[in-house]
C-alpha cells in the first residue's frame, strides 16, 4: 500500500508560479511511476503529467508542456510539479498518483488532493 500526500497548493496571480509536492509512505517509490491530475469544478479529472521511476521518461498534457515540469527525487520519496506561468483555468484540485505502470490515465494510489487557485 503506497500513502501519497500533495502539498504546495495555494491561491496565485495568474503568471505566477507554484511548485507542488508529493510525499510517498513507501521507501520504495523507486519502483513506482508518478504522475500528476488535475479536477476542476464541473469537469472531470484530467491527466496533467507523468514521470516514469527513474525519471527519464516524462509526458504531458498539451495544455500544460512549456509551462509545468514534473520531476522526483526517490531518495526523498518524494515527487514535483513546477507549475510556471499560471492561467486562471489551471484553477483546479490537482491529484498525486503512483502505479507500477506509467501511463496518462490508470493509477492505483492517489493522495488527498490540494487546490490551487489562479486568479486573474
Known amino acids: 500500500q503506497v500513502q501519497l500526500v500533495e502539498f504546495g497548493g495555494g491561491l496565485v496571480q495568474a503568471g505566477g508560479s507554484l511548485r507542488l509536492s508529493c510525499a510517498a509512505s513507501t521507501r520504495t517509490l523507486s519502483s513506482y511511476a508518478m504522475g500528476w491530475f488535475r479536477q476542476a469544478p464541473g469537469k472531470e479529472r484530467e491527466f496533467v503529467a507523468a514521470v516514469s521511476w527513474r525519471g527519464l521518461t516524462k509526458y504531458y498534457a498539451d495544455s500544460v508542456k512549456g509551462r509545468f515540469t514534473i520531476s522526483r527525487d526517490n531518495a526523498k520519496n518524494t515527487n514535483y510539479l513546477q507549475m510556471n506561468s499560471l492561467k486562471p483555468e489551471d484553477t483546479a484540485v490537482y491529484y498525486c498518483?503512483?502505479?507500477?505502470?506509467?501511463?496518462?490515465?490508470?493509477?492505483?494510489?492517489w493522495g488527498q488532493g490540494t487546490q490551487v487557485t489562479v486568479s486573474s
Open positions: 498518483a503512483a502505479d507500477q505502470q506509467l501511463s496518462t490515465s490508470t493509477y492505483a494510489y
